[in-house]
């Protein structure tokens, strides 16, 4: 069972970037699609981006297309979202989730199996 810390988080002025880590541990890395999510007060947690467990291939949800980018590091056990041109919109709670390297939620923006904690981002007008 894999282990997940977010960390990055904080608080940006909007137009700033920032750049958040989800270190994973307790299991294979590499055996498991990744995804961000965000929970913004009083809203539902949505899906933001996710990646398959190569790095080979990344899904976007529209809202956030051409400012966020998911990546990862097998060796070093992280997925990465590099968030830009950020508004005060994208105050939330982000979270990243881990699903086996089978599934499909990663693509699709479903839940996934294991979740982090979160990290806060805030951003200021």
């Known amino acids: 069972q894999v282990q997940l810390v977010e960390s990055g988080g904080g608080l940006v002025q909007a137009g700033g970037s920032l750049r958040l880590s989800c270190a994973a541990s307790g299991s294979t890395f590499s055996s498991y699609n990744m995804g961000w999510y965000r929970q913004a007060p009083g809203k539902e947690r949505e899906f933001v981006a996710g990646?398959?467990?190569?790095?080979?291939?990344?899904h976007y949800a529209d809202s956030v297309k051409g400012r966020f980018t998911i990546s990862r590091d097998n060796a070093k056990d992280t997925a990465y979202l590099q968030i830009n041109s950020l508004k005060p919109d994208d105050t939330a709670v982000y979270y990243c989730g881990a699903e086996t390297r089978y599934g499909s939620s990663w693509a699709l923006g479903y839940g996934m199996e294991y979740w982090g904690k979160g990290t806060l981002v805030t951003v200021s007008s």
């Open positions: 990646i398959n467990w190569s790095g080979g291939s990344t």
